[in-house]
T-cell receptor, first 113, second 113 residues
């Protein structure tokens, strides 16, 4: 099956710990994205990558880091510097320019206590 | 810059009746427009997309949308609502060759038995 996988579906961490969320795609898409979704606030772009070994900050990049060493993978690290990390995190991928739309993974719900 | 406005935050319909979700866009050039659906704790699923071909776009699950340039609208419709249509719907825009999408705030659809 072609698609985007995110793991794990639910993740629990203690405050002050870094945590890495996984995102893998087998759609042969060049671009990948990370969004954060909070209740009543829609989706906000954290980081995106148009090509391997390159990525750009989105609207809310502070407290997050990413890497893009392989075309298929775009892991997101939520660092201890992120003040409100509890949220639903969505990964997406697209072809060049995203004019065909982005395709989303099932999401990871992160809870930090 | 492009922006997308969903005119209704919540729509409630009876099962078997039509559904109309309204979306307006602003753009200085022809956009790509999409409708996504999100069920609770799930990722976003692409319902349909407009990319400057036919103005009436048919999507999955009986949904369709009409692009009206004169009204800068891209409303989503379904002739007969089903209980499984209860979800959050997002209208999303993408200016030419722009990797960043512009998300509407979302419309919550409730279907009454």
């Amino acid at each position: 099956d072609g698609g985007i996988t995110q793991s794990p579906k639910y993740l629990f961490r203690k405050e002050g710990q870094n945590v890495t969320l996984s995102c893998e795609q087998n759609l042969n898409h060049d671009a990948m994205y990370w969004y954060r979704q909070d209740p009543g606030q829609g989706l906000r772009l954290i980081y995106y990558s148009q090509i391997v070994n390159d990525f750009q900050k989105g609207d809310i990049a502070e407290g997050y880091s990413v890497s893009r060493e392989k075309k298929e993978s775009f892991p997101l690290t939520v660092t201890s510097a992120q003040k409100n990390p509890t949220a639903f995190y969505l990964c997406a991928s697209s072809g060049v320019g995203a004019h065909g739309g982005q395709y989303f993974g099932p999401g990871t719900r992160l809870t930090v206590t | 810059a492009q922006s997308v406005t969903q005119l209704d935050s919540h729509v409630s319909v009876s099962e078997g009746t039509p559904v109309l979700l309204r979306c307006n866009y602003s753009s200085s050039y022809s956009p790509s427009l999409f409708w996504y659906v999100q069920h609770p704790n799930k990722g976003l699923q692409l319902l349909l997309k407009y990319t400057s071909a036919a103005t009436l776009v048919k999507g999955i699950n009986g949904f369709e949308a009409e692009f009206k340039k004169s009204e800068t609208s891209f409303h989503l419709t379904k002739p007969s609502a089903h209980m499984s249509d209860a979800a959050e719907y997002f209208c999303v825009g993408n200016a030419d060759n722009d990797y960043k999408l512009s998300f509407g705030a979302g419309t919550t659809v409730t279907v009454r038995a």
